[in-house]
């Protein structure tokens, strides 16, 4: 149960080290890499999910409904897993084509479902908040690189290059 | 109910081989999380020291105890660390002899007492007991040990002396969880005093006919098997009789999660999750959950301490 829901996040946070990985590198196969990733986080999430209604909870209706209406970690978690469903869809090529732009924008969601894991998984510990403190601040700095990245990038186009 | 020591025979001792027959499926999802549910084919045998204890089956329950590893790998107790395995890969460091524990408080007899001098008058027992985590799984386990009120009784408390409190030992070189300031340390518990005198509650030392291993509460825990698990206090150095409600640990961190009685209560959930049901140790991973009992199933013995409470809100 712990290990699935961990590796979620984990495999969540690594996709999203591809990008930056990438434009450090400058090395663009491991774009290629980005997608399988992603959706392989995606599967851990299912299997977490899975586990947590079939095994932990036993198809207890009832009681995954209480859970679900009673409990703000468990609706985060949900909020998150919903939220991966069409980026999962949208994973093909030719989804990829047909969306054009608005593929970008939709994908953006994962950055979404990774918070809420977080958020989740910090909401649910019992005590000992460092580790979910760490996978947040991974986080942070992932975002944080981003909006670095894209400022510098935004500097770059308006100040006018003098060779 | 008080338990008379039988003399000890072959046939009172649960043999080990007993313990070992039943075969314990998964011990954890595996690597990524997605580990083959296969049993561990060399499960491991007691180890420590043999106790010559009693079996009490009076005071026992019939269920099978769970399996020595389980036990012993699956603990929580946040003075070696905050995850399942940590007790049992880092209690190495506690160091249980000599081992002295300090009565204090409103009693006519306080003072230091070596181990061996506390536990010296009274005779061991086995006895299994269920034990119930807040987190809602549960256990079966063979405890070895000695009736609290017992030991208790001996130092003669006095009259305005109305509960007990308990003290872990506090050495962040011993036990390396303390340098972080998860908890308040030392771990604090307290028992009513006619909780602590009810002949279920048990100072235990041993485990399986064996001494208790470290990351199980050596030399000397509390277990009270109506309450919460974390109630059952590890590596006791303090008893103090007290006349006000002393502070307990666990809900000194989160009043609002963990009260002073945590008696074990599937009408009462935990603020974040439901206390209805218990997932059974080493039932493998499809074994039904249990449903969680009134008082860990001890209801008959202990509810008569509670009546006229408010078990809703003294939770
Ligand atoms: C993107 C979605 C999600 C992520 C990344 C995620 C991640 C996590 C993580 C990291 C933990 C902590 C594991 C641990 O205890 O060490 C956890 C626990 C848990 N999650 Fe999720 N989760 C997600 C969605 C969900 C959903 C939708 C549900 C249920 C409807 C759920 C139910 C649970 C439960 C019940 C636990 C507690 C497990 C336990 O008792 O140890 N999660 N999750």
Known sequence: ?163 | MRHRPRPLTEQHVTPESLYLTRRHLISGLLGTGIGLAVGDAHASLPTGAVLHAAHNAAMSVSAPPNSWDDITTYNNYYEFGTDKSDPAQYAGSLRVTPWTVTIGGEADITGPVSLDDLLKPHALEERIYRLRCVEAWSMVIPWVGIPLGEVLRRFKPRSNAKYVRFTTLNDPTQMPGERSSILHWPYTEGLRLDEAMHPLSLLAVGLYGRSLPNQNGAPLRLVVPWKYGFKSIKAIVGIEFVEREPRSAWSQANPKEYGFYANVNPAVDHPRWSQASERHIGGGLFAPRQPTLPFNGYAEQVADLYRGMDLRRQF
């Open chain 1, 1 to 163: 149960m712990d290990q699935l829901g961990l590796w979620s996040l984990r495999l969540l946070l690594i996709t999203l080290c591809i990008t930056p990985l990438r434009q450090l590198t400058g090395w663009s196969p491991l774009q290629r890499f980005r997608r399988m990733l992603g959706l392989f986080a995606f599967f851990y999430v299912c299997l977490h999910v899975a586990m947590y209604v079939a095994v932990d909870q036993r198809f207890n209706w009832p009681e995954l409904w209480k859970d679900l209406t009673q409990h703000g970690w468990i609706i985060v978690g949900c909020v998150a897993f919903v939220l991966l469903i069409p980026l999962a869809i949208t994973s093909t090529k030719s989804a990829m084509r047909q969306l054009g732009r608005q593929w970008q924008r939709l994908h953006a969601a994962i950055y979404v479902a990774t918070l809420g894991g977080c958020w989740h998984y910090y909401w649910q510990v019992k005590r000992d908040v460092r580790p979910p403190l760490a996978y947040a601040a991974m986080f942070a700095l992932l975002m944080g690189w981003r909006i670095i990245h894209r400022w510098r990038q935004a500097q770059r186009l308006r100040v006018p290059r003098t060779h």
